[in-house]
């Protein structure tokens, strides 16, 4: 009875929860509606995941007799699992956002890496169709895994500078190679019935350890300004395992889940990759971070300090006033402070916006969520193409630890390696103040010709003292003028 | 009628095709704003591997499928709830200025419908 009724609940579940993962989506599509989002999405993986114990009722012969075994593994790798990451997940600050995901994503490739080893040593898989396809899913599974595990130690700061050796786009090539000659190997020893010397286990065990080394040499050289699209096409990468593993399980929730993060973290890819000027093979295949001998150019003029008193109260005098946030902002743990003096300029009637670049931060996004914990109201604040044109009718720009995102020169300056890279025109402002640590340059080692602009003033200092102290300055006015 | 899954073949890159033109589609509009936990949620949407995890689990049959197959639903349980936590926490952290956020902002806001 029951073996005939939990196919069809199961069926149903994964139907909702397939139903429901897209509806999600696309609630998570406006702000006003993504908390929502989620939480529907939610609620199809718990269906989903219940549902999926009425395999019990099904299984092989061969695996009756561990069933027991194997129900307890079961409930204990999911509270294993979901409790920890669930935990970790809670506790972890907005800022490590980023490596959060690449590791989370690197277990579900993992997984789909995983399902992918059962089903090769067990022997499982029923022609060569669905052979190569559970091969290739393990590769692209297995590639994630790694791969976004070396960038989560590069986003941690556990793994420091990029490793570069010669030759290393040669090894990986071969290591590629490699992994594909294994994996026609145990084709044609299973599919061909052709004798080799090696046995298939084996060779399904070289076939993982070369996949795994080949993300992990492909990442190794990549630099961290890169790692968002590295991210992002793990993502993908993982999504579409999990795609290919669900079409050798039979599973529609898997393929259609799978292929729908795969298509999306594809578009998500692209999108940023061209928010940083770069092509996606340029990113993989060529390390950035090596710039290209940046020569200072014909930039004349010099850098201007100003005090962060003086800056303060032109603001608080100023009509409008657009903030452009980095991620020095986030690294000095200043956006309750920046959104502090932001509340004393809008009790003095300034309009205030944020302009935030699609790359600003580690992430794309990863500034709007670090502004949205300091309670910045979304609509205070703007993408680049909704705000670049208000810039020249813009009393100041305040731009807080953010380099390279307000360079005139990827407008104006061919020889340089951000040409082309769409910017946000913070020069075009009447008056300019630049926050800043130091004279230095940014994380990719250009100058930057905003800094020598004649509207354009320094504020030195770490942006959470300086933010202190355009509080005291502004603040200082208003006690002044009731005394 | 029947309800068995058969999935080969060209059935099978139909859903393959019509999945990722909805993925593309569904993403597209998404406001460059909500890309974080975006990313964060499609991460947990392919969360579900878990699925496949315990099905590979709950059908092995020798020590070495148990060991993979542990490993398997271990990730995929951590993909879902890790991503699960991350992505409501940054979501339920998007506030409009008009979610009681106090009446400070209330000449913003007129400025705005000005504006626009």
């Given at each position: 009875?029951?073996?005939?009724?939990?196919?069809?609940?199961?069926?149903?579940?994964?139907?909702?929860?397939?139903?429901?993962?897209?509806?999600?989506?696309?609630?998570?599509?406006?702000?006003?509606?993504?908390?929502?989002?989620?939480?529907?999405?939610?609620?199809?993986?718990?269906?989903?995941?219940?549902?999926?114990?009425?395999?019990i009722f099904n299984v092989d012969a061969a695996a009756r007799p561990h069933l027991m075994v194997n129900i307890g593994l079961a409930v204990l790798a999911l509270g294993l699992g979901g409790a920890g990451a669930w935990f970790v997940g809670r506790k972890v600050a907005m800022t490590a956002m980023p490596q959060m995901v690449a590791i989370y994503n690197g277990m579900g490739g993992g997984a789909a890496g995983s399902i992918a080893a059962v089903e090769l040593f067990g022997s499982r898989t029923h022609g060569a169709t669905q052979l190569a396809v559970t091969l290739l899913g393990a590769l692209i599974g297995a590639v994630s895994f790694s791969g976004s595990v070396i960038a989560w130690a590069k986003l941690d700061g556990v793994l420091k500078a990029p490793l570069r050796v010669k030759g290393q786009q040669f090894a990986n090539a071969a290591m590629m190679l490699a992994t594909?000659?294994?994996?026609?190997?145990?084709?044609?020893?299973?599919i061909g019935g052709i004798a080799l010397p090696i046995a298939t286990p084996v060779l399904i065990w070289v076939f993982f350890g070369c996949a795994l080394a080949f993300g992990v040499l492909m990442t190794l050289p990549i630099g961290g300004a890169d790692m968002p699209v590295v991210i992002s096409i793990y993502n993908a990468f993982t999504g579409l395992a999990v795609g290919l593993e669900g079409f050798v399980l039979q599973n529609p929730a898997l393929m259609i889940a799978g292929m729908v993060v795969g298509a999306a973290g594809l578009l998500l890819t692209l999108l940023m990759a061209k928010a940083m000027n770069r092509s996606v093979?340029?990113?993989?295949?060529?390390?950035?971070?090596?710039?290209?001998?940046?020569?200072?150019?014909?930039?004349?003029?010099?850098?201007?300090?100003?005090?962060?008193?003086?800056?303060?109260?032109?603001m608080r005098y100023a009509t409008s006033v657009i903030i452009v946030p980095g991620y020095g902002l986030a690294a000095a743990h200043a956006q309750q402070k920046l959104y502090e003096f932001v509340k004393l300029l809008l009790a003095a009637k300034v309009t205030v916006k944020f302009a935030i670049h699609p790359v600003a931060g580690r992430m794309p996004g990863q500034m709007d969520v670090l502004l949205a914990e300091a309670g910045v109201p979304y609509d205070m604040i703007f993408q680049l193409d909704d705000i670049n044109d208000d810039f020249?009718?813009?009393?100041?720009?305040?731009?807080?630890?953010?380099?390279d995102v307000v360079n005139p020169a990827a407008r104006t300056d061919k020889s340089s390696p951000i040409f082309g890279m769409p910017i946000l025109n913070a020069d075009k402002a009447h008056q300019v103040y630049v926050v800043k640590r130091g004279q230095g340059k940014g994380y990719s080692g250009i100058v930057n010709a905003l800094f020598y602009s004649p509207n354009c003033e320094m504020v030195y200092g770490d942006a959470q003292a300086v933010l202190v102290q355009m509080i005291e300055a502004v603040r200082g006015l208003g006690a002044a003028a009731a005394a | 009628m029947t309800f068995a899954i058969d999935m080969t073949g060209f059935v099978a890159l139909y859903v393959f095709m019509l999945a990722a033109f909805a993925g593309w589609v569904i993403i597209g509009n998404v406001p460059a704003i909500l890309h974080t936990p975006l990313m964060s949620g499609s991460n947990f949407v392919h969360g579900i591997v878990v699925v496949g995890g315990l099905f590979a689990l709950l059908n092995a049959s020798t020590h070495l499928e148990q060991g993979i197959g542990f490993v398997a639903v271990l990730l995929g349980a951590g993909n879902a709830a890790g991503g699960y936590a991350v992505t409501d926490r940054m979501l339920a952290m998007f506030k409009s200025s008009n979610d009681g956020a106090g009446p400070k902002h209330r000449a913003h806001r007129h400025r705005r419908h000005k504006k626009s």
């Open positions: 009875m029951f073996s005939v009724v939990s196919p069809l609940v199961i069926g149903a579940a994964d139907l909702a929860a397939a139903f429901l993962f897209m509806f999600g989506l696309k609630r998570m599509s406006s702000p006003a509606t993504a908390a929502s989002g989620i939480r529907v999405a939610g609620i199809g993986m718990i269906a989903a995941v219940l549902a999926s114990f009425l395999y594909l000659i294994v994996g026609g190997l145990i084709v044609a020893a299973t093979a340029n990113v993989l295949f060529t390390n950035f971070g090596t710039p290209a001998k940046a020569k200072p150019g014909a930039i004349k003029g010099t850098e201007r300090p100003v005090d962060a008193s003086d800056a303060a109260i032109k020249a009718t813009t009393d100041v720009a305040l731009v807080i630890g953010a380099n | -």
